[in-house]
């Protein structure tokens, strides 16, 4: 019975996990608190190695500060050119937007969400179908009943 008054807990918490993707900005300058994604030109790779690590493809963060000069953010992620990711914690780096190629917004995926939250939801009752005593597998259901043979 515990398993099955957790499960309504459970199903609300992964959903909010979700799936995001990262689309175009509608604005020219994100606005503070946004997270977002900067795809780094070559140059702008070169540049900012002694900071974000060398070959450096695009850096993911929050935005703290931007204006049509920079853009100042809190890294999350950083990925180098071969898709390899590293894992930041909010180190502070300011990026000279003559380096970015392509500035990108982290928006949740609905689509995407709504089928993660579908699976997680089909699993949990199936789980709970078979070991919450759902019943599936309870009452018998062999081939015998009054025992002759």
Known sequence: MAARSRTPLVVPLLVLAGCYTYRPLPAAVPA??????????????????GRLGRDVGAVAGDVEHADSADLTLAVREVENQRGER??????????????????EQRR???GGTGLLGGAVAAGLVAITQVFGGGGVLEGGGGTGGSGAR
């Open 32 to 49: 503070a608190g946004l997270r977002v994604q900067a795809t780094l030109t070559d140059a702008g790779s070169d540049s900012l190695a």
């Open 108 to 110: 949740l995926s609905p």
């Open 86 to 103: 590293s894992d930041w914690s909010g180190e502070t780096v300011v990026i000279p937007l003559r380096f970015v190629r392509a500035l």
